[in-house]
């Protein structure tokens, strides 16, 4: 848990005013099983690999819509495990946590954060990692090319409730997106407790008054997917 944390604290790249991204999105809980329907029917504007051909470009024109049926119907893919990892996010974990970097350095954050991208397409990490190389690398277009993807991924999640209580829980596709949510509104995670049947409650260490003392995750399709897929585990 604490090397989690110790790796959230190096998003440094994703300078995302989160309390701007919640304000600006307006939660609608999704019906998963149309977003299940439509991203499985090749005639659905929705179907999946069109929606993940387009956000392999640098194409910057998908709408909200379109990211939520992206992030969430991507446990409804063959290929999906929330708990899979890219043998490439390991590989410059120590540069990572370098407060500076030379351009040499920024090529090889570049370089690893794409692998693992081709792994793990909503690994935010890397994407944070890599809108930093970028922009070292003064290669601001693409740096704002994939600070766009970001952005629109934590908004496809924040869309999905208030993150207050079990009825408005944030559904994720992954448990690492929990702390990442957590350390973009500037916060510490002091805990993380399973709440039955299938919410994580996240509680803060620096909570004031004006802030909640934790957030609820939705875990149920993301727990559902992968009992499914590996009983066995």
């Not at 956000?55 to 929330?82: C, I, K, S, W």
């Not at 350095?105 to 690994?123: G, N, Q, R, V």
């Not at 702390?179 to 919410?199: G, M, S, T």
Request: charged letters at 30%; glycine letters at 2%; a neutral charge.
């Amino acid at each position: 848990m604490k090397r989690l944390l110790h790796i959230a604290m190096v998003l440094m790249a994703a300078t995302i005013s989160f309390s701007a991204l919640a304000e600006k999105v307006k939660p609608v809980k999704p019906d998963m099983e149309q977003i299940r329907r439509d991203v499985n029917d090749p005639k659905s504007k929705y179907y999946y690999p069109k929606l993940m051909k387009q956000f392999a470009t640098r194409d910057t024109t998908m709408t909200l819509d379109q990211f939520r049926h992206l992030y969430l119907g991507y446990v409804f893919q063959e290929d999906y495990n929330p708990y899979r990892r890219s043998r490439y996010s390991q590989k410059a974990e120590e540069l990572y946590m370098r407060n500076k970097h030379t351009a040499a350095e920024a090529d090889t954050i570049i370089h690893y954060a794409e692998l693992s991208l081709k792994d793990d397409p909503f690994d935010l990490r890397q994407m944070s990692f890599l809108i930093y190389a970028y922009q070292e690398k003064k290669k601001y277009n693409l740096a704002k090319i994939w600070q766009y993807k970001l952005n629109h991924l934590l908004e496809a999640i924040v869309s999905t409730g208030t993150g207050l209580d079990e009825e408005n829980a944030w559904i994720v596709i992954n448990p690492m997106h929990e702390y990442n949510l957590i350390n973009f509104q500037n916060h510490v995670v002091d805990a993380q407790e399973d709440r039955p049947p299938y919410y994580d409650y996240i509680t803060i260490k620096d909570a004031d008054k004006k802030d909640p003392k934790g957030f609820y995750f939705d875990v149920r399709y993301l727990l559902e997917e992968y009992n499914r897929k590996f009983p066995e585990q």
